[in-house]
């Protein structure tokens, strides 16, 4: 079976630019969760979506946003970046949202 | 927002026992989490405790106390591959999100 799957892997980006990150959940999961992980700390929670829907939003700004395609497929896209957005931005999906999460191995963004 | 804490840093011979700490203020309590992550690698869950006791699987245990806003993870008979950032993480609120610590990072030596 394949678990979480993220793209790209690793991404350079100018200060400024744009990003779209993308991820595919198992197969059967409605819920994908997207976290941010900055080196030597936990990961943050962005955003959370089921069914299409947003669950709930973490603590950043509007440069942030994410969608659910119906095949429950995600995007998470960052507007404007900073130096500061570098970081390792992880997925997770689960059946229901409430437990079990599985992550991707994520996608490593570098904004220089 | 939650408050959780763990040490930074463990060192231990290979062969030994861990105990890793993590203390939380919440509200809303609905479950903690320990993962584990290998540097540059996603992380892995370990176990899930949403009632008090000892969860036991395998080499790792994990133990709940609700009303103390704790809980450890313990690692038996370490192995050079147990060497990894382990992650508390509080689910709460009944909010589909996980608010995770610091991360402790466990060297086991030989």
């Known amino acids: 079976d394949a678990g979480v799957t993220q793209s790209p892997t690793h991404l350079i980006k100018t200060r400024g630019q744009h990003v779209t990150l993308r991820c595919s959940p198992i197969?059967?999961?409605?819920?994908v969760s997207w976290y941010q992980q900055v080196l030597g700390q936990g990961p943050q929670f962005i955003f959370q979506?089921?069914?299409?829907?947003?669950?709930g939003r973490g603590n950043f700004p509007d440069r942030f946003s994410a969608r659910q395609f119906p095949n429950y497929s995600s995007e998470l896209n960052v507007n404007a970046l900073l130096l500061g957005d570098s970081a390792l931005y992880l997925c997770?999906?689960?059946?229901?949202?409430?437990?079990?999460?599985?992550f991707g191995s994520g996608t490593r963004l570098t904004v220089v | 927002g939650q408050n959780i804490d763990q040490p930074t840093e463990m060192t231990a011979t290979e062969g030994a026992i861990v105990q890793i700490n993590c203390t939380y203020q919440?509200?809303?309590?609905?479950?903690l989490f320990w993962y584990q992550q290998h540097a540059g690698e996603a992380p892995t869950f370990l176990s899930y405790n949403v009632l008090d006791g000892l969860e036991e699987k395998g080499r790792f245990s994990s133990f709940l106390s609700r009303s103390k806003g704790y809980s450890y993870l313990l690692l038996k008979e370490l192995q050079m591959k147990d060497s990894a950032s382990y992650l508390c993480?509080?689910?709460?609120?009944?909010?589909?999100?996980?608010?995770f610590g610091a991360g402790t990072t466990v060297t086991v030596r030989a």
């Open positions: 197969s059967g999961h409605k819920s």
């Open positions: 979506y089921y069914e299409k829907e947003e669950r």
């Open positions: 919440t509200s809303g309590f609905n479950g």
């Open positions: 993480a509080v689910n709460s609120n009944g909010r589909d999100k996980l608010s």
């Open positions: 997770a999906s689960s059946p229901t949202g409430l437990q079990g999460y599985t």
